[in-house]
């Protein structure tokens, strides 16, 4: 168990609406990110942070952004959700300081409807 | 742009009948390649890391291998519980993150 707690696990929300998804990790780890997984496209990395306050994009952040103001805490936040956005959003750690792997956490499954 | 390839996408065995999964990549220098499984509803679980060609990494009926284009997972005797979906992974030289292949779905019947 890597401590990562996501929060909601689920949500349905509206076309337009601003939404937040929260990742919590008790373990003091550096690293964190946000996935997300839809059929056809696997794993996709939207954002990561390497330290509080320290961001960078990944592969699919357009729509998205985060922030890391605690070691514990790092948030994703759909500034006005689209249809396109409805997917499972995973949240991992990454475990020491090297090459080590992720370890995620049970997902929010987002709906915008 | 590093990129991952799962095959099959989906694999279908009676229970005890080995195979194998393969993940082929292409990366800007290698510095892990992973293997996950993942149960509906649940976040991927990190299996194996595997560092350089050559290597092997085993854990009750999985072996992992890897060659400079591609790693194995085979899976001996499998069970109705080894069914689930893996997933492969790599991370290149600047280490920040993994670039993540689609997935082989295993349905194990007994």
């Known amino acids: 168990d890597a401590g990562i707690t996501q929060s909601p696990r689920h949500k349905v929300t509206e076309t337009g609406t601003p939404v937040t998804l929260r990742c919590h990790q008790t373990?003091?780890?550096?690293?964190m990110y946000w996935y997300r997984q839809d059929p056809g496209h696997g794993l996709r990395l939207i954002h990561y942070?390497?330290?509080?306050?320290?961001?960078d994009k990944g592969e699919v952040s357009d729509g998205y952004s985060v922030s890391r103001s605690k070691t514990e805490d790092f948030l994703l936040t759909l500034e006005s959700a689209t249809s396109s956005q409805t997917s499972v959003y995973f949240c991992?750690?990454?475990?020491?300081?090297?090459?080590?792997?992720?370890?995620f956490g049970n997902g929010t499954r987002l709906t915008v409807t | 742009e590093d990129q991952v390839t799962q095959s099959p996408e989906a694999l279908r065995l009676q229970e005890g009948e080995s195979s194998s999964l393969n993940c082929s990549y292409t990366?800007?220098?290698?510095?892990?390649l992973f293997w996950y499984r993942q149960d509906p509803g649940k976040g991927p679980e990190f299996l194996f890391t595997?560092?350089?060609a050559g290597e092997e990494k085993e854990k009750e009926r999985l072996k992992a291998t890897l060659t400079k284009k591609e790693s194995f997972l085979h899976i001996t005797a499998p069970k109705p519980e080894d069914s689930a979906t893996y997933l492969c992974?790599?991370?290149?030289?600047?280490?920040?993150?993994?670039?993540f292949g689609g997935g082989t779905r295993l349905m194990v019947k007994p």
């Open positions: 595997l560092y350089s």
């Open positions: 992974a790599v991370s290149n030289n600047a280490g920040n993150m993994l670039t």
């Open positions: 991992a750690i990454r475990e020491g300081q090297g090459y080590g792997p992720l370890h």
């Open positions: 990366v800007s220098g290698l510095r892990g």
């Open positions: 942070s390497y330290g509080v306050k320290d961001t």
């Open positions: 373990e003091n780890h550096r690293y």
